[in-house]
Every structure is written in C-alpha cells, then in structure tokens.
C-alpha cells in the first residue's frame, strides 16, 4: 500500500504557500510603517491598498478602475513572462526593460509616423524586442558576457534611444513632452476591445490585449514543458556542455531563448501604449518600471507562466491601490514601498522552499519509520510459524 504524499511535500502547494508568505510578510511590514507614520488611519490605508479598485463609491467606477488595473495588468504580464521563460532556460533575463523600451519605441514610430495599423505595430514591437534579446544572446553565446550586465547596459541605451527617437516631429507632441495621442494621430493603431469595454463600463482601455497576454502565458508553459524545442532550451540552461555533447545548438539556443524573452518584453510595451492608456514622455530619465516588476511577479508567481497571470494581477493592484491613500497624511511612495518590499522578499522563495523541505525532511526522520513495523510482523510470524 503507497503511503500517502504529504501535502506540503507538493512542488504546487509549495510555491503557493511561499508567494503567500511573501505577500503577508510585505503587507505586514508595510502596515508596520503606516502606523509609524500615523497609527490613526494606518488600518484604512492597508485595507485602501489591498482593496484598490473595491474602494470605489459605485459600481460602474468598481467595474472602470478594475478595467484599468486589468490595461496594466497585461504588459506587466507580458515581462514577467519574458523573464520567466528565460529563467526557466537558466538565464536572467534583466534587459526586459530595455526590450520593453524597444518595444514602444519601434511600436509607437510605426503607429506615428508610419501609420501601421495596430497589428503591424504590435509585430515591429516584437521584432524590435527581440532584436535587442538577441545582443545580450550573442555576447552571452559568443563571448561569455554575462547576461545581467549586458541587460543592464542595454536598458539605459535603449531609454535614451527611444527617447531620441520618438521626440521627432511626426511623433512627438509640440505641446508637452509626450508622444502624439494615437486617438487623435492614428486610430488604426489603437488595439481593438472587441466588447469587452462594455463589460467595464466603457473604459476604452480594456481590450484584447488582456486575453492575448493570457494566451502567451498558456503558450509559453506549454513550449516549456510540452515540446522538444522547450526541452531542448531548458538542457541548455542547466549545463552548456553536456547540451553541446549531446548535439544540441548550444550558442543557438541561449540566443533564441533571449530573442523570445525580448519578443514577450516588447508586446508588453505594445499592449500598454497601443491601448491609449498613457503616451511616452520624451524626457524620462529613469528605466520603466514595469519591466523590474516583472521580476516580483515572476518569483511571486513561483517561477511558473501560469502563476505570473495572477502574481501580476496582484503586483499591479496594490500598485493601483496604493495610489488612493490619503496622500495629506502618507506619502505617495508607499505603495512602491510595499511592492519593493514584497519584491526583496520574493528573492527568498528558494529559502522558503528550502527551509519547508528541510522542516519535512527532519520531521519524517524524527518520527517513527512505517516501513519498519510489517517487516518485525512477518518476522514474528515467521518465527512463531517455526516452533
């Protein structure tokens, strides 16, 4: 008879119980800094923050804010995905936001100045991610560049490139320092919504660009675990050499898994600036965030596609509900204050996991071994059997 598996020993139940530790541990402190600042409405703003879109007097402003918090939700998604699958080859894929960068940059020029319409856009965003994936790929493949730094060098030259870029004539505003609004300097370019505004009170923001950022994750869990592609990347990520003795495409390989990784960060661009929900300001100076927060909802996701859908969701709630606390008494970084927090504490998933296995491990060798007591049985038997 098979004993039956613990539940804390399930690889699932693990990574679920680690991302809930997390998230109480960062809210919790989080709360712990509310009340040093003002004890009095520390409870409201927790509960503010936690709710977001809840908070709302009516249920069509609930159901418009929902709709706003699901419109950033879906490029959020998008580089946490980009992160994820590289991770799951063995490489760490912190350029996501450089790849995002290129993204809006080649996607919003298109939609301006080309006046492509949005699926020519979203694709150029892709290529233009991709692109830009596949440096840090080939410096990695070919001359043993680590990949973090080349990342992190190539975010803040695609920042000012693309600032560069999109602060000509036929794309910049001449009033401010943003991009044209695609409303009014291409419609075409805008993602469509397909009804599903209707369903959040008209906000044109919510669009396909949601489902579609669910889909890429059911794909990308799928290549992962489900072909021989993915397979192939994945032995790559866990030993170069042994890949290479095999007979796989090593270089290749990390290459292409870069290129994807850059491709998934540049459709995150497309599916936030083709939706209308904001332009880009032509004088940003520090690298967005939304590719960084990836990576807090890509290990609050347990390293998982299909548990980034929700980590983001959750990512970008307490964003968006940090922004409605009284801000005459809190300051309005708190919300950043608690995602960063939870953001730290995501680097300890392993640890957490770790310290679970390792409390399992010593409980089942601290208490009595089952397996023991139908061997003195049979024995007993035996010898009674004998005399």
């Known amino acids: 008879m098979k004993e039956k598996k613990s539940l804390l020993k399930n690889p ?28 009095a409405g520390a409870g409201e703003a927790i509960m503010t923050i936690l709710l977001n879109f809840f ?42 936001p450089g ?19 949005w699926v020519i856009c979203l694709l150029l965003a892709a290529v233009a991610g991709a692109v830009v994936g596949a440096v840090s790929g080939a410096l990695k493949a070919y001359r043993n560049v680590n990949e973090v730094i080349s990342g992190i060098m190539l975010n803040w030259i695609m920042l000012y490139l693309t600032n560069m870029v999109l602060s000509g004539k036929k794309v910049k505003d ?38 579609l950022a669910i889909l890429f994750a059911v794909l990308i869990w799928m290549i992962l675990s489900k072909t021989k592609f993915g397979y192939e990347l994945r032995a790559t990520g866990f030993n170069k050499e042994a890949a290479k003795y095999a007979g796989m495409k090593e270089k290749q390989n990390i ?3 870069l290129a994807i990784g850059g491709a998934l960060a540049g459709i995150g661009a497309a599916f936030l600036f083709l ?26 996701g ?6 980034t859908i929700f980590a983001s969701f959750f990512i970008q709630s307490i964003t968006d509900g940090g922004a409605l606390i009284n801000k005459s008494v809190y300051p309005s970084q708190i919300s950043d204050l608690i995602s960063s927090i939870i953001i ?13 296995n390792n409390w399992i491990s010593k409980k089942d060798k601290g208490g009595p071994n089952v397996n023991d007591v139908p061997v003195k049985d049979d024995a007993a038997k035996a010898e009674g059997g004998e005399k």
């Open 275 to 300: 939706t209308g929900y904001q332009e880009w300001s032509t004088t940003q100076t520090s690298v967005p965030g939304m590719g960084f927060n990836g990576i807090a909802a890509t290990f609050l």
């Open 12 to 39: 699932s139940f693990q990574a679920i119980l680690t991302s809930l530790i997390c998230i109480v541990l960062g809210l919790f402190i989080g709360f712990i800094v509310l009340l040093l600042i003002n004890p």
């Open 302 to 307: 347990g390293l998982h596609p299909i548990g």
């Open 99 to 117: 790849q995002y960068e290129a993204g809006a940059c080649i996607g919003l020029y298109a939609a301006l100045a080309w006046h492509c319409n």
């Open 344 to 356: 730290y504490l995501c680097g300890f998933v392993l640890f957490f996991k770790f310290a679970i």
């Open 55 to 96: 908070t709302r007097a009516s249920a069509a402003a609930q159901m418009k804010a929902l709709g706003n918090t699901l419109a950033k939700t879906a490029p959020l998604l998008m580089c946490a995905l980009s992160i994820c699958f590289c991770y799951k080859v063995g490489l760490f894929n912190i350029g996501a």
């Open 174 to 211: 001449p009033a401010s320092p943003y991009t044209i609004k695609l409303a009014s300097g291409n419609k075409g370019a805008l993602i469509p919504s397909a009804g599903l505004n209707k369903l959040f009170a008209n906000n044109t923001t919510v669009t396909i660009a949601i489902p």
């Open 255 to 257: 290459i292409i898994t």
